[in-house]
């Protein structure tokens, strides 16, 4: 098959994808001006960032169907950060945004480059689920609001947003309480039969013509309003040093969220669907996009999860869709933005809402409860440090917990007394005396690299499994040869450490070894080595801790060379 600028299209699926391309136009339009709004952003920033970013993204990615766009996570974070640093709607919040998505860009364009896409491993699916749910309640409270037509400040913090919406409970309009429910009762039901089609566009068209024929913003409906004709152009943010470096740690946020939702995301995809990506390239494309959006008057885009299952869904397996709905955004901007103007508030908060909500994590989060108690506590840390502190204290508390995950299954490996009866090698690990078949020899496997965090627990496990057989083996007749009156032999002659498991040694685990080896000679029970990786090999000599110990390929021929003779 021959090479394509999008891969995958060809002659037959071309098409379809071309109409995919339609239906992501009328669900991409009314979230990204949510969104935009959300972000406290005007409504064109949303639409901007369905052209060029969209279009240079889709010709970057490996990806076959990954949709970027600006998402709800995305929004809340250009919201909260740039919030308490100009005020939503000025000029200088908008090149703050524009500020943030160049400079997250250019760390994604780094991160791919420079093949960092690892560290998207250190935010775990229990981080996301917390951190995404976090930012998608403090979400839905705001577009809440705007569905009962109450006025709250959508840029404060999640607990004042509540607080205003609680006391302007009393001033709610029922017109668009009644907009709302109907919004919502058919972007469910309708989503129930017939889950292609394009609700959110059929919501927004009837509830405009409903809102314009029954003049419903003279009974308290607020509207969208005037959206400026023309198409993006290039711009630069008029911002000094001081304002740039503000705006670092929210892009890194957003780079870092960006970075492992969209790979895990895509990763996912291509493996369901049978194409091979490249996971730094994926950050090079997010990285483009990005840039492009900064440049052109949009807003930061990430992944859009949503939108990419729906494309799924409705058979898309190309970027072709992305490209297509770039061009229609286009022709809209140009020719139809008189059609947005009287689109209802709460139509739009309907719409958004309803997309939001599979965000909060509710059935990922009660799984968790069932599966593992520690990685819901991590998710639900995560989840109220987004919500009550903030995106960027957020994304912190993720990398603290994550190392805190990391170092606390690092520090508790399996340290495991081998059999000595079968083959050796492949024993399942035993709770008693492991020496039947060869008295005097233990065999211990620890499976984790020894350092500074869990060396203690293999000199605790060792000191018990030996003291436990010496004390079982304490009445046992001495070894035949030895001498009436000389000083008994040890119980245990020799202890095999299976180092299969072990990938390196780290100073402070050399000195507990070395401190463990040293209680063992001092017993008179020696210490060897099986099984050990080249590179480990050579640790331990570096370290001195190979003197006086053998090393073998196998815990059989270990057992074969330590048998008494």
């Known amino acids: 098959m021959a090479r394509t600028l999008v891969p995958g299209l060809t002659r037959e699926n071309v098409g379809s994808e071309a109409l995919a391309g339609v239906t992501l136009l009328a669900i991409a339009v009314p979230l990204n001006i949510g969104y935009a709004q959300i972000a406290g952003l ?95 309640l403090d979400i839905l409270v705001s577009q809440v609001a705007k569905m009962l037509g109450v006025k709250i400040d959508s840029g404060g913090e999640f607990v004042e947003k509540v607080g205003d919406l609680v006391t302007g409970l009393a001033k709610l309009s029922v017109v668009s309480v009644l907009l709302s429910a ?159 103007a009287d689109i209802p508030s709460p139509a739009i908060g309907a719409i958004v809402a309803v997309a939001v909500v599979p965000l909060l994590g509710i059935g990922e989060l009660r799984s968790l409860w069932t599966k593992d108690r520690f990685e819901f506590g991590v998710a639900a840390a995560c989840f109220l440090g987004a919500l009550l502190l903030g995106p960027i204290p957020g994304i912190l508390i993720a990398f603290v917990l994550a190392l805190v995950n990391l170092t606390r299954r690092a520090a508790n490996p399996a340290v495991e007394v081998l059999g000595t009866t079968g083959d050796p090698d492949q024993a399942l690990p035993v709770l008693g005396d492991a020496t039947e078949s060869e008295p005097g020899v233990i065999v211990l496997r620890f499976s984790a690299p020894i350092f500074f965090a869990n060396v203690g627990l293999l000199r605790d496990r060792v000191h018990a499994v030996v003291e436990e057989a010496e004390s079982a083996g304490s009445g046992a007749s001495r070894p035949s040869g030895e001498v009436s009156g000389a000083e008994p032999s040890p119980v245990v002659r020799h202890v095999v450490l299976d180092m299969e498991g072990v990938t390196d040694i780290d100073v402070t685990g050399a000195e507990g070894l070395e401190q463990l080896k040293s209680w063992l000679e001092g017993r008179g029970t020696r210490v060897h080595y099986s099984r050990l990786r080249p590179a480990v090999a050579d640790r331990l000599h570096h370290f001195g801790l190979d003197e006086g110990t053998s090393a073998f390929g196998t815990n059989r021929a270990a057992l074969e060379a330590l048998r008494p003779r």
Do not use: C
């Open 182 to 340: 109907v919004a919502v009762a058919v972007l469910i039901g309708g989503r129930r039969l017939a889950r292609t089609a394009p609700w959110a566009l059929i919501v927004l068209v009837v509830a405009t013509v409903v809102t314009v024929l029954a003049h419903l913003d003279e009974h308290g409906v607020s509207v969208l309003g005037e959206v400026p004709a023309g198409p993006p152009t290039l711009t630069w943010p008029e911002l000094d040093l001081g304002q740039w470096f503000a705006v670092v740690p929210s892009a890194i946020a957003l780079t870092l969220v960006t970075t492992a939702e969209g790979l895990l995301v895509s990763r996912s995809y291509s493996e369901r669907r049978g194409y091979p990506i490249d996971a730094n390239r994926e950050l090079v494309a997010f990285g483009v996009g990005n840039v492009s959006a900064g440049l052109t008057g949009g807003f930061a885009v990430g992944s859009s999860t949503s939108r990419t299952a729906f494309m799924d869904s409705a058979g898309s397996r190309t970027q072709l869709p992305s490209i297509v709905a770039a061009v229609l955004t286009l022709l809209l901007l140009l020719f139809g933005t008189g059609l947005l």
């Open 42 to 136: 005007p409504p064109t920033a949303g639409l901007y960032a369905l052209v060029l970013p969209a279009v240079l993204y889709a010709l970057t990615v490996s990806s076959r169907q990954l949709v970027a766009s600006p998402d709800a996570a995305a929004a809340a974070l250009v919201a909260s950060s740039i919030g308490g640093l100009a005020a939503a709607g000025s000029q200088s919040y908008a090149s703050l945004a524009l500020a943030q998505a160049i400079i997250s860009g250019l760390l994604f364009v780094a991160f791919g480059l420079l093949k960092l896409g690892f560290i998207a491993n250190f935010l775990s699916k229990p981080i996301l689920i917390g951190f995404v749910g976090g930012l998608a």
